[in-house]
């Protein structure tokens, strides 16, 4: 009766303790975020209508038409699992691709846009107007999306909600730093705007000048790397046309040494692109 008396009450005070710690649905979160994510990188890729979960069953039926087109031609489920699995991830290495190479060319103008704003500021401008007036003289790339934000406050007259509106069509990291400096200027007033977005577009020059210097002596790393993912594949693919090579997959061990070479295939590619690529600047201003 001691010991059930004693875990009786080391349990009660456990529970006790436990109760004083908020439950956080830690799935959920991230869930939340993959989604944030995934919506940010459509944004980026200029990809209109198609939500993250849209871009998993494109994944799937992808991967799915993939696989069994190449069940019909190499008879065996582990090759033609292979091709599946690369086929599933396609459309999502397309999109990021093109969101990267957005955001790399947008990168070059926001210190453009923010000199136009400056200009606007300057010149006597309200806040809304020098926003507003990006969509007629500031780079064509970035034109549509400053359109929409005067449009949008013609309409309703909310500076805020058609600031954060702006900031969604963008998704960018630099755009959201713009977006919180107007918008803390408009709150509280001030007359250092114009000096802020100077300041701004002096560091934004920087950053791209330094950026670029250190992406063009890593680039060869970025092309090894995708060049040695291609190669054992491409060498899988050209095997696949000798059916008396194929036997040797056509077994649980062919199976486990394909399982194996994919997982090192996607980590090594990870460590590698980790070790050469920049690192992206965080939407932390949502």
Do not use: N
Not at 72 to 85: E, H
Not at 118 to 127: E, I, N
Not at 224 to 237: G, K, M, N, Q, T
Request: net charge positive; charged share 20%; proline share 5%.
């Amino acid at each position: 009766m001691g010991v059930v008396a004693g875990l009786l009450l080391g349990a009660g005070l456990a529970s006790v303790w436990w109760s004083f710690w908020p439950v956080r649905d830690r799935g959920g979160d991230r869930a939340v975020a993959w989604s944030q994510t995934v919506r940010d990188t459509l944004t980026q890729a200029e990809v209109t209508g198609v939500t993250p979960g849209g871009l998993v069953a494109v994944s799937v039926l992808v991967g799915l038409l993939v696989g069994a087109v190449a069940l019909l031609v190499v008879p065996v489920p582990a090759v033609a699992a292979c091709f599946g699995a690369f086929g599933a991830a396609a459309p999502w290495a397309l999109v990021r691709g093109r969101a990267r190479r957005r955001l790399a060319s947008t990168r070059a103008l926001w210190p453009d846009v923010v000199d136009h704003l400056a200009s606007g500021v300057r010149a006597g401008l309200s806040l809304p107007e020098a926003v507003a007036q990006v969509g007629d003289r500031g780079p064509a790339e970035l034109r549509a999306p400053f359109r929409a934000f005067a449009e949008d406050y013609r309409a309703t007259g909310r500076f805020a909600d058609s600031l954060d509106a702006l900031k969604e069509r963008l998704a960018d990291p630099v755009a959201d730093r713009v977006v919180a400096a107007l918008r803390l200027t408009r709150d509280v007033g001030g007359t250092d705007l114009g000096r802020l977005l100077r300041t701004l577009s002096s560091f934004l020059r920087d950053d791209l000048r330094t950026r670029g210097e250190i992406e063009a002596r890593q680039s060869w790393t970025v092309y090894a790397a995708r060049l040695a993912v291609a190669a054992p594949w491409a060498v899988l693919a050209m095997l696949a046309t000798r059916p008396e090579a194929l036997r040797a997959y056509d077994s649980t061990a062919g199976a486990l040494v394909l399982l194996a070479g994919g997982v090192a295939t996607v980590v090594a590619y990870r460590l590698m692109l980790r070790v050469a690529r920049l690192p992206d600047d965080p939407r932390v201003l949502r």
